[in-house]
């Protein structure tokens, strides 16, 4: 299993999230700042099984609007492993 920690704009948060959640990920939302202007952020954070972890990350890209700043990032993403998964 894997972690994707997903790093974007607030105004992306909508449509990636919508995106991921109709191909039936689960998504949590995390409201952050950060960067040089401290724009506002959001950081998701997606668990998934290991053979969707590409699925899900064009998922993600494609659901990202274009860059409208010169040197601005369309976002960060982290994939980790888990080494363990709870539901309770």
């Known amino acids: 299993m894997k972690l994707i920690i997903a790093i974007i704009r607030d105004n992306d948060n909508d449509p990636v999230s919508h ?13 952050s700042t950060g960067g040089f202007l401290r724009k506002g952020m959001s950081t ?3 668990g998934v099984d290991d053979d969707q972890v590409q699925h899900a ?27 363990q998964y709870q539901q309770f």
């Open 19 to 31: 995106a991921l959640t109709s191909a039936s990920y689960r998504v949590t939302c995390i409201a």
């Open 57 to 83: 990350l064009e998922i993600v890209k494609s659901a990202c609007g274009p860059v409208t700043e010169p040197d601005q990032k369309r976002g960060t993403i982290f994939v980790l492993n888990v080494d």
């Open 44 to 46: 998701l954070l997606i």
